[in-house]
């Protein structure tokens, strides 16, 4: 896969971990996963749940990419890039809602 390919799954994913409703969900949970030697301040706990979802998004898109090149006898980049980021897109349509209220300003 091209590494050019993977900036604009990564761009996609961002807007996913900033603006998906499931951002809210591992926020809630951050006892489970955040560390007691961090300070407990809800901007870096928000910051750190959506690095989380966002890759999580990254490793879920990729999922069946890999599948592709796994089974295919001839894979060609064009198309594992273009599954991995078609499976992004996917991934983020939950988030659509929230961007569109932020780009509308309300």
């Known amino acids: 896969?091209?590494?050019?390919?993977l900036?604009?799954?990564m761009a996609v994913?961002?807007?996913?971990g900033i603006f998906s409703p499931w951002v809210l969900m591992v926020f809630l949970f951050y006892p489970v996963w955040y560390p007691g030697w961090a300070p407990p301040l809800s901007q870096i706990v928000y910051m750190a749940s959506a690095l989380i979802l966002?890759?999580?998004t990254i490793m879920l898109a990729g999922v069946p990419a890999?599948?592709?090149e796994r089974w295919s006898a001839h894979p060609r980049s064009?198309?594992?890039s273009s599954i991995w980021l078609a499976g992004t897109v996917l991934l983020t349509l939950p988030a659509l809602p929230n961007?569109?209220?932020?780009?509308?300003?309300?």
């Open 66 to 68: 890999a599948l592709y």
């Open 78 to 80: 064009i198309v594992v």
């Open 54 to 56: 966002s890759t999580v």
């Open 99 to 106: 961007v569109m209220r932020a780009l509308s300003g309300g």
């Open 1 to 5: 896969m091209d590494r050019n390919a």
């Open 7 to 9: 900036v604009p799954v």
């Open 13 to 16: 994913a961002i807007i996913n």
